[in-house]
């Protein structure tokens, strides 16, 4: 069974906040394939990054999204830079794929300095500009629904795409 709705957008655009709300307003599962990563890894995202490469999180990232887009029936969040990669926006051609907005500000300011996202740690704002311009038309290429999140609350957002999803 295929998701019921996929998430993409950059970090700090909500996917993983947003995805659990819709979920569970639909009533079905949700599962984020960074959270599926991590489990298979055995360590979290940092800590791939630290000890075996960005490289190799992507090629495990391909595979989990891979299986998850075949076989997950809930509602899926992708990590933010699982679009980069060729073959995933091709598998995302045949689902329902709701594309999170945000700019650069609202972007910042919600991933901040936290930890847990290697590719920020480090100048945030340049990084997430860089990000976003590099990355803002594959988002925009694979979404069947875009819905823009700047200065908005995460339940509004959730039931805009509870909304969409429903059909
Ligand atoms: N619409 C929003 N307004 C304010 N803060 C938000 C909003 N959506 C998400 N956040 C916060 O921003 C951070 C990143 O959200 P997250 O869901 O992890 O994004 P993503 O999975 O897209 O990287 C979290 O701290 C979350 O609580
Ligand atoms: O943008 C990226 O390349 C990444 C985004 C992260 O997920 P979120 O988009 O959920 O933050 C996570 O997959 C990893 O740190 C790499
Ligand atoms: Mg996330």
């Not at 830079?81 to 594309?99: A, Q, W």
């Amino acid at each position: 069974m295929a998701p019921v709705a996929v998430l993409v957008g950059p970090p700090g655009a909500g996917k993983t906040t947003i995805g659990e709300a819709v979920a569970a307003a639909l009533g079905v599962g949700f599962a984020d394939t960074d959270s599926i990563i991590e489990a298979r890894a055995g360590k979290p995202i940092p800590d791939i990054f630290v000890d075996d490469g960005e490289p190799a999180f992507r090629a495990l990232e391909r595979t989990v999204v891979a299986e998850s887009l075949a076989s997950f029936p809930g509602v899926l969040a992708l990590g933010g830079g699982t679009i980069m990669d060729e073959s995933t926006r091709k598998l995302l051609l045949d689902h329902t794929v709701v594309f999170l907005s945000v700019e650069l500000p609202d972007a910042v300011k919600r991933v901040g300095l936290g930890t847990g996202r290697p590719l920020l740690a480090m100048n945030p704002r340049a990084t997430m500009k860089f990000l976003l311009e590099q990355r803002r038309p594959l988002y925009a290429a694979v979404a069947t629904h875009t819905v823009a999140t700047d200065g908005r609350e995460p339940e509004e957002i959730a039931a805009e795409v509870t909304v969409l999803v429903r059909g």
